[in-house]
């Protein structure tokens, strides 16, 4: 069974910089594409980036473009996220999601077939 662990959340000031962890187990990911969400208080969750594990294509929500990477270590079966010059906008829970099917969109929550249990990134200003 696929399961996935985030971490490298914290509290960090307006300008800083993080970067997300998640580890993937319990399975082959080649077909997959795996994405980060992340869902604000009293917000929908939305997405923020997602990358092609075969061949490490890569997708980002406009507001987080120039300022995340997404990338992976296919020999480690890890995906990260750096997060460079935040802001108290990108306050939120961050969650690792994967999806079986690479041809989906990669875009919505909806096409993600596994989720990890999130973790908090806090912005001050």
């Known amino acids: 069974q696929v399961q996935l662990v985030e971490s490298g959340g914290g509290l960090v000031q307006a300008g800083d910089s993080l970067r997300l962890s998640c580890v993937a187990s319990g399975g082959s990911f080649s077909g997959y594409v795996m994405g980060w969400f992340r869902q604000a208080p009293g917000k929908e969750r939305e997405f923020a980036a997602a990358?092609?594990?075969?061949?490490?294509?890569?997708y980002y929500e406009d507001s987080v473009k120039g300022r995340f990477t997404i990338a992976r270590d296919v020999a480690k079966n890890v995906m990260y996220l750096q997060m460079n010059s935040l802001t108290p906008e990108d306050t939120a829970v961050y969650y690792c999601a994967a999806d079986r099917d690479y041809s989906g969109s990669h875009y919505s929550s909806y096409e993600y077939d596994y989720w990890g249990q999130g973790t908090q990134v806090t912005v001050s200003s």
């Open positions: 990358i092609r594990w075969s061949g490490g294509n890569t």
